[in-house]
């Protein structure tokens, strides 16, 4: 299928593009260029830029339960580079990787580039099928999880789930690779603390976290977070593999985050996404008449339509692209060619103002029909 | 060995921070956020943003010979990455893949890291040695060659090599990475063209550019040229490993290329290199008392300095570095650890003011000495 055009709407995968705050950045951005002594332009950090680090230590600890130090954090150029990085460093040829299924398609990419063996896990309404993982490849090495906000279903990890995975981790010496992409934005209660926050002394979460959904994903920053021991090699691999990140984004980033305005520009999203969130569920509950369901819808920035039975979602998403709208086939994020996909749509409410979406679910309504 | 210090003097790869246009960049990246309607932060054209492609190709066959069109160009974060892309996209886990020895010890690690399988190739000063190429690994699948400036040696491959080296890709159906890396820079007489511009209908060249010896390294930003038939496949990885590229940057320097500023830029830069590589060759006449000599350095941003026999280059470049003195042991380049690794200096002279020479070469032949 074509890639969807940023512009249309209900497009998942984006926040505001329409909120970014691109005067205040570029402010920032121009501070880097004029500060003297010369900023240093050469390859920098092997680990990242030390303020951003420093920053991101002290946004994590207060924002997500994550206490770490920023020698454990890692600067990588998105979510999907932290994947590759972790594999690459943990993870030899053909050696077994968790992957939610329905999944992040491109971890799932990423993970396959790597060289490791994508293991389809199920996914219920508790988050990750620990028991079905234990069944399908007890001996993985990694498991790939989004326990804040699964990717794409939208349910949270239930406690039990996230002490069983920890202990299957533990008995198989195995590590559990956090996605904790969108997890800020929950809309009817708090957001639930990461994983990680659960790991103890053990150390088997890495936790890979983005500015893509909370800023741009144009910007290219991400980063992980990982236990003491597995430092160097991952800064191996992030320096071996190229995926370092252009200081002036570093430095600027680092002031973005250190002088508070992050968390600003994530309280004012938080509500422009609550309102478009309702927007949405009202266009579906006055325009859908009774086509789509809405099952879970309680965090991120998209949701998931259930469809009429016998309607498939790929031509349906095909002809909603080609009348400029950017939904996308649940069943495109089933990795088990074999096993039973789920039918419905993703819908992108983040960068899709208010105003735009009863004319784009009269529009799907009418395809269905 | 501890990375140098790029204020260090002496430290090879790197070119003149200090004139890097600080205030002509910020000013480009300061029209980007202010650009209305809104820059599109989200996740990009796959194979990088188009105006800069477009100013990569006019930039690439007026100065390199490289006649390509923006849809053969693919943007990478350097010239490390694109050598990743190209190992993942086109060699299977353990193919063999020719690297010169000695050779550049990044794009090495790259090649290990992507699942290939490195054969140190010999170098003499022809350039890559194909008939070892074709005893060592006849069924290669890439040759990772430097033609213009082999890396660490300086020479430039003569036309009958370029030849030989082509012809052995179109009877192995191999491919021919061509990493260009510095070619602008050459002191004695015009820059020698790519090879890519011998590459014919075939299509066996990739050619791999970067504007970390051009501009500066911290701005992560290279790119590749390939045959029509590749792209797909380079593309999809690109995206699958994230490698993409920050939009401020990309069309940061898309301004800066295509409206000549990167032309009068390196015009300067070879002013100011022509100044700082006789600098270096006048203090090492000067100051080293003979034990210091230069085979040849015509070309590029640093020069090989062979040593007095019975002198080890590795604990010597520890001791320069505990002295402050960013150089790097030329025996640290040699891939194959069986063999005959000769011994030596880089001496980087692009980043070192003209007037830090003499006491850095004085230093230099204490410690020898």
């Known amino acids: 299928m074509s890639m969807a055009n940023p512009a249309w709407p209900l497009t998942p995968g984006l926040p505001a593009l329409d909120a970014f705050p691109y005067a205040l950045w570029g402010r920032l951005e121009g501070r880097f ?3 003297r ?15 951003l680090r420093e920053a991101l230590a002290e946004y994590l600890g207060a924002a997500r339960g994550v206490v770490c130090h920023p020698h454990q954090i890692v600067i990588t150029p998105g979510a999907q580079a932290a994947v590759s990085i972790a594999a690459l460093a943990l993870t030899d040829i053909g050696e077994r990787v968790w992957v939610e299924n329905p999944g992040y398609d491109a971890a799932y ?34 498991a790939m999880v989004s326990p ?31 996605d904790d992409y969108d997890s800020e934005f929950r809309y009817e209660c708090a957001p639930a603390p990461a994983l990680k926050a659960l790991d103890g002394g053990n150390g088997r979460v890495i936790y890979i976290g983005t500015l893509s959904k909370l800023l741009a ?3 290219r920053l991400g980063f992980l977070v990982a236990p003491d021991g597995l430092i160097d090699a991952l800064r191996t691999v992030r320096n071996g593999a190229d995926y370092r990140v252009p200081m002036p984004l570093q430095a600027t980033a680092a002031d ?13 999203s938080k509500a422009l996404y609550t309102e478009r969130r309702a927007a949405l569920l009202s266009a579906i509950k006055s325009e859908g ?28 998403a095909v002809a909603a692209r080609e009348r400029q709208i950017g939904v996308t086939p649940l069943s495109g994020y089933f990795v088990d060619a074999s096993g039973t996909k ?28």
């Open 33 to 35: 260029w004029r500060r």
């Open 37 to 51: 002594p010369t900023p240093d332009l050469s390859y920098g950090d092997p680990q990242g830029f030390l303020p």
């Open 109 to 142: 990419r990423c993970l396959v580039l790597a060289g490791a063996a994508a293991v389809g896990i199920s996914v219920d309404a508790e988050g990750l099928d620990v028991d079905d993982g234990r069944n399908r490849a007890p001996d993985a090495r990694l």
């Open 148 to 178: 804040s906000h699964q990717y794409p279903m939208g349910v949270t990890m239930s406690l039990a789930r996230r002490l069983a995975l920890l202990e299957w981790a533990n008995e198989a010496n195995a590590f559990i690779l956090e």
């Open 217 to 219: 994903p144009g910007l």
């Open 256 to 268: 973005f985050i250190g002088n508070g305005h992050l968390g600003t520009h994530i309280r004012r």
């Open 289 to 316: 008449g009774g086509l789509l369901t809405v099952p879970t819808a309680s965090t991120g920035l998209h949701l998931v339509t259930e469809l009429p039975e016998q309607c498939d979602d790929q031509p349906l």
């Open 342 to 369: 789920r039918q419905g749509l993703l819908m992108g409410f983040g960068n899709t103002r208010s105003e735009s979406m009863k004319g784009a679910i009269q529009t799907l309504c009418s395809l269905i029909e």
